[in-house]
T-cell receptor, first 114, second 111 residues
Framework: KAGVTQTPRYLIKTRGQQVTLSCSPISGHRSVSWYQQTPGQGLQFLFEYFSETQRNKGNFPGRFSGRQFSNSRSEMNVSTLELGDSALYLC?????????????FGNGTRLTVT | DQQVKQNSPSLSVQEGRISILNCDYTNSMFDYFLWYKKYPAEGPTFLISISSIKDKNEDGRFTVFLNKSAKHLSLHIVPSQPGDSAVYFCAARLTGNQFYFGTGTSLTVIP
């Protein structure tokens, strides 16, 4: 069974630009979550999608947005990039999101903003 | 506001001995707790979990203990192996599928 796939693996952008990251969940998983990992901050929850609907949202500004498609694939968009957005962005999928189902992570997209 | 804390950034253990990784949380509404292992340049890998209605869960060399009154979670690895060297994150779930993660503990198992 293929794992969670994130593309691209690495991105370099300049301040003010926007970026779109992509995530394909494990087959059969309908919940997709996004996390930001920075040194010293651990993993910070961005948002979670289930059946194409955003179900939970973390404390990030509106520049961070996402969506989920009918095949459960998800995209995350960051507009007007700032230097502080440089981080590893991790996507995770889980079976239903309502029972005790662990998150399964992709290898992440490393975003560098210059 | 860090609701899940791992106060030890690093831990070194001799091969064959027990590794104990600790995690404290503040929110009594967390209902599901997990441990993840992370190697550089890879995403976290799920290790073991425990529901808030239990106090212990075991899977091979890995055992997770939950002390709800102390709001404390620990992971025991016995015996520790060099391949266990990685960063370990604890996580706790709140409503729906929103998880809070600790900042990680880097474990080094010395051969």
């Amino acid at each position: 069974k293929a794992g969670v796939t994130q593309t691209p693996r690495y991105l370099i952008k300049t301040r003010g630009q926007q970026v779109t990251l992509s995530c394909s969940p494990i087959s059969g998983h309908r919940s997709v979550s996004w996390y930001q990992q920075t040194p010293g901050q651990g993993l910070q929850f961005l948002f979670e999608y289930f059946s194409e609907t955003q179900r939970n949202k973390g404390n990030f500004p509106g520049r961070f947005s996402g969506r989920q498609f009918s095949n459960s694939r998800s995209e995350m968009n960051v507009s007007t990039l700032e230097l502080g957005d440089s981080a590893l962005y991790l996507c995770a999928s889980s079976l239903t999101g309502t029972v005790n189902s662990p998150l399964h992570f992709g290898n992440g997209t490393r975003l560098t903003v210059t | 506001d860090q609701q899940v804390k791992q106060n030890s950034p690093s831990l070194s253990v001799q091969e064959g001995r027990i590794s104990i990784l600790n995690c404290d949380y503040t929110n009594s509404m967390f209902d599901y707790f997990l441990w993840y292992k992370k190697y550089p340049a890879e995403g976290p890998t799920f290790l073991i979990s425990i529901s808030s209605i239990k106090d212990k869960n075991e899977d091979g060399r890995f055992t997770v203990f939950l002390n709800k009154s102390a709001k404390h979670l620990s992971l025991h690895i016995v015996p520790s192996q060099p391949g266990d060297s990685a960063v370990y994150f604890c996580a706790a779930r709140l409503t729906g599928n929103q998880f809070y993660f600790g900042t990680g503990t880097s474990l080094t198992v010395i051969p």
